[in-house]
């Protein structure tokens, strides 16, 4: 394999040695290796021991989130192209083709780290950075915004509990409370977990972790958000944000099972959204615990640090949100319960609306894998697909810029999901430009009703429709 790449004006190219040389490993041998303190990771076929660099990863833990499988997208997402030239002192293998087993296996792509679109666009967004001399994954604008948002979820929540005995004017703080709630998750939890916060990986830890503050756990996000949807988005029943059970109360694929109260889904999951949180906190984090999945994919083994932020953190919400109001708080047991789920439902519901425009519309893409080859294939390249199966809205808007988080920006979002989401804007324009110059869609909704419109649209089509042609695109 060989990456012909550009980096501070040098024109370099990558060339792997030779495969023929190479020791074969089965995946259920690289399986083993999945702690930090024995770290194999898979990477376009080839097998790399990174133990030694873990404690050095400038990502921090990013590094051992799907420690023994395959992180080939994982890795040529975050990583710019020279760091391809440091991966051939850590090789030790490659994977035995002939030994392969099917359970264990990833979606292939057209393209893996060879695509032409995205070796031209990561080529000229890592120009903008250098010529500019600014470090992608930092913005200072990011370290006072949050500052405000922790400070007001505090204040929110003494004033809903505390400081007034009016249940309604304590509702009005409630609705506060949860919208400030939400927005820890997208503009604090969102750039921590993908390391795009802080050159300093524990203070981006640290900041990922904000999830746990608001009860839902990071490790469990990761998980699901970082390992399976930034990978598989939008392709059926590897996408874990889209799985659908047999009996599933939404369809928002069309290769899913149709049932008659599909037909309505798009009236009923409006006040259901609003339950997102509460689910998560209360029943998902601990379902992917003990059943040591999230949908069709298996979590990765947690670290003692893990487990420590899992329980403790689990713990530290029940004693503030319950056990602090219970014993100081002038209101009934009743009142303060219906003054959390309130924050709840308010929380859930910005979360879910702003995620599901994202890629749950009729204008984005959605697959199904053909198995036709023995593997689960998908008949475009990685980057082209995180194009076409996400949508932006609201761009250039700084005040939506905020308001979600940078989530307007989901196309630069996913394929630069290092970067800080405060630089979407100034790389917006590379990414557009350069696929238009690929013949790659770029779809965005002239506004944030006009995606919730659309979203809704297409919950109203698959919940009538059964499955077409569509299912290619």
């Known amino acids: 394999m060989t990456i012909d790449y550009t980096h501070d004006g040098v024109a370099s190219t990558i060339k792997a040695s030779p495969r023929e040389a190479l020791k074969k490993y089965s995946r259920k041998e690289v399986a083993l290796h999945e702690t930090p303190k024995d770290c194999w990771l898979v990477i376009d076929g080839k097998v790399y021991d990174v133990t030694k660099w873990v404690p050095k990863h400038p990502g921090?833990?990013?590094?051992?989130?799907?420690?023994?499988?395959?992180?080939?997208?994982?890795?040529?997402?975050?990583?710019?192209?020279?760091?391809?030239?440091?991966?051939?002192?850590?090789?030790?293998?490659?994977?035995?083709?002939?030994?392969?087993?099917?359970?264990?296996?990833?979606?292939?792509?057209?393209?893996?780290?060879?695509?032409?679109?995205?070796?031209?666009?990561?080529?000229?967004?890592e120009a903008y950075f250098h010529r500019n001399k600014v470090n992608p994954r930092v913005h200072s604008h990011l370290f006072i915004k949050s500052a405000v948002i922790l400070a007001l979820y505090l204040f929110f929540y003494y004033l809903m509990f505390f400081q007034v005995q009016n249940p309604i004017i304590s509702s009005i703080y409630a609705i506060a409370f949860g919208y400030i709630s939400a927005h820890i998750a997208m503009n604090i939890m969102h750039d921590g977990n993908h390391g795009a916060y802080s050159t300093w990986p524990w203070f981006s830890y640290l900041m990922g972790i904000s999830s746990d503050l608001i009860g839902a756990s990071s490790y469990i996000w990761r998980q699901q958000h970082i390992i399976a949807h930034h990978a598989y988005t939008n392709v059926n029943k590897f996408d874990p944000d889209i799985r659908a059970n047999d009996v599933d109360i939404r369809r928002v694929h069309l290769e899913q099972p149709r049932h008659s109260f599909h037909a309505y889904q798009h009236i009923y999951l409006w006040p259901l959204y609003g339950l997102m949180t509460l689910k998560a906190i209360w029943f998902d984090d601990f379902q992917a615990l003990i059943t040591g999945k999230i949908g069709q994919g298996i979590i990765t083994k947690m670290t003692p640090l893990e487990i420590l932020v899992f329980w403790g953190s689990k713990l530290s919400y029940i004693v503030y949100i319950v056990i602090l109001p219970f014993l100081y708080s002038n209101y009934k047991i009743s009142t303060m319960m219906n003054l959390y789920i309130l924050s709840q439902l308010v929380c859930g519901w910005t979360l879910a609306i702003l995620f599901e425009i994202s890629h749950v519309v009729e204008s984005a893409t959605f697959l199904t894998v053909d198995l036709n080859k023995g593997v689960p294939t998908v008949p475009y390249g990685w980057a082209a697909m995180q194009v076409c199966a996400s949508t932006n809205y609201n761009t250039g808007s700084t005040l939506w810029l905020h308001l979600s988080g940078g989530l307007i920006y989901q196309i630069e979002h996913h394929l630069f999901p290092g970067v800080c989401h405060m630089h979407y804007p100034s790389i917006q324009p590379i990414v557009e430009a350069t696929c238009k110059e690929f013949n790659i869609p770029y779809k965005r909704h002239a506004s944030f009703f006009a995606g919730v419109k659309d979203h809704f649209t297409h919950l109203k089509h698959v919940g009538l429709k059964d499955m077409d042609l569509r299912l290619a695109g």
């Open 60 to 125: 921090g833990s990013l590094i051992h989130v799907r420690a023994g499988q395959d992180s080939t997208y994982l890795f040529n997402s975050y990583h710019p192209l020279y760091v391809w030239k440091l991966l051939d002192q850590y090789c030790v293998g490659e994977i035995d083709a002939s030994d392969e087993d099917l359970s264990m296996t990833n979606v292939e792509y057209l393209d893996t780290v060879k695509e032409p679109f995205y070796l031209a666009l990561k080529e000229r967004v």
